[in-house]
């Protein structure tokens, strides 16, 4: 799709009209990924005119979207990126309406789809914007078969985890061992071998990871710990 203010264009006028083919692009298509209504710009604000804008970064580091075909270098792809010197002026005179403060807003606007694509790229200027901190603990993690299951503190659980307290455990000793306790009672040891003292692969795998907070001067109990 494009924009147009030509009556033949016009089947049936079924939104508010815009004061400029820009405006429109940026409300109607701005999740199109062939830039064909945004390329479409006329005249002097076609991308594929533009000089190359010198000078680098801006101070403020603004984030703009870029669109495949478009630009100076002309874009490969649909990302988010803070070169000022490859934008086409259309833009760079929309700076304040179309630009983010940081690469994780003008990702989430324009191309949400994307995900960590856009949002984890690194940027021309600058780094990467740290990632927020995540809710840390033990969870289960099944491997090829319940005999190898482990419990994990990697920050790396499903988020719907945390909605769960028989699925993410505290992030300490007692948390490892009431996930392994719950999910792997046994695990990885023979009949003869349980009530032995013998610790589960569960328990064993926590132990080699960190000795020192899973000292385990007992032998574990199969309950769960609390």
Wanted: proline share 8%; with cysteine.
């Amino acid at each position: 799709g494009y924009c147009s203010n030509l009556k033949e264009h016009v089947y049936k006028a079924y939104t508010e009209s815009f004061d400029s083919q820009f405006e429109c692009c940026v409300q109607w298509f701005s999740m199109q990924t062939s830039g064909t209504c945004i390329a479409g710009l006329p005249g002097d604000l076609q991308p594929s005119s533009q000089p190359t804008i010198t000078g680098g970064g801006f101070a403020d580091a603004k984030f703009f979207p870029r669109f495949p075909g478009v630009g100076n270098p002309p874009a490969t792809e649909r990302y988010c990126d803070n070169d000022h010197k490859s934008l086409p002026s259309w833009q760079l005179d929309n700076y304040d309406t179309m630009g983010f403060d940081t690469q994780t807003d003008c990702c989430k606007a324009w191309f949400p789809e994307l995900g960590t694509a856009c949002t984890q790229r690194a940027p021309t200027y600058g780094s990467l914007a740290p990632t927020e901190a995540s809710i840390c603990g033990f969870y289960p993690v099944y491997s090829s078969s319940w005999e190898t299951g482990t419990c994990v503190n990697d920050c790396n659980h499903p988020n719907e985890y945390e909605d769960s307290s028989s699925l993410l455990f505290s992030n300490d000793k007692a948390g490892g061992l009431e996930c392994c306790n719950l999910w792997f009672p046994g695990n990885g040891l023979t009949a003869e071998q349980m009530g032995s003292g013998r610790h589960s692969y569960c328990i064993q795998q926590l132990i080699a990871a960190d000795s020192t907070t899973f000292d385990m001067t007992e032998p574990p109990t199969s309950a769960p710990v609390s």
